[in-house]
C-alpha cells in the first residue's frame, strides 16, 4: 500500500502548484483524504481534508480561499490546487488516508501517509 505524492516545486510568490497523490496496493475511494504540511522547524499541520466521496471538505485558515482540494476516486488519486502562494507556505507536503469516511483535522486520524513533497515559494 502507497500513496505518492508529487507536484512540489519551486515557485514565486503569487504563483500556482497543483499537488497529486497517487495510491496504489489498494483503493482509497472509501476513506477520507487529507493534506498535511510541515515546514522548518515547525509541527506538521493540516491543510485540507475532504470525504470519501469529496462532498465535504475541511481547510485550514491559513489556506481558505487560495487551496481546492479534490479527488478523482476512479484514478485513486487526490489532489491540491494551490493558487496565490506566499513564502509562508513553503513546506513539505504529505497527503494522507484516513481510517474513516469523512474528512478529519487532526493526524491520528490518518492512517497511510505519503512521503512528501517539497514546496518551496520564494519572495
Known amino acids: 500500500v502507497q500513496l505518492q505524492a508529487f507536484g512540489g516545486g519551486l515557485v514565486q510568490a503569487g504563483g500556482s502548484l497543483r499537488l497529486s497523490c497517487a495510491a496504489s496496493?489498494?483503493?482509497?475511494?472509501?476513506?477520507?483524504m487529507g493534506w498535511f504540511r510541515q515546514a522548518p522547524g515547525k509541527e506538521r499541520e493540516i491543510v485540507a481534508a475532504?470525504?470519501?466521496?469529496?462532498?465535504?471538505?475541511y481547510y485550514a485558515d491559513s489556506v481558505k480561499g487560495r487551496f481546492t482540494i479534490s479527488r478523482d476516486n476512479a484514478k485513486n488519486t487526490v489532489y491540491l490546487q494551490m493558487n496565490s502562494l506566499t513564502p509562508e507556505d513553503t513546506a513539505v507536503y504529505y497527503c494522507?488516508?484516513?481510517?474513516?469516511?469523512?474528512?478529519?483535522?487532526?493526524?491520528?486520524?490518518?492512517?497511510?501517509w505519503g512521503q512528501g513533497t517539497l514546496v518551496t515559494v520564494s519572495s
Open positions: 496496493g489498494r483503493t482509497f475511494s472509501n476513506v477520507g
Open positions: 475532504l470525504s470519501w466521496i469529496g462532498h465535504s471538505t
Open positions: 494522507a488516508a484516513a481510517r474513516g469516511r469523512s474528512y478529519y483535522q487532526y493526524a491520528d486520524s490518518y492512517n497511510y
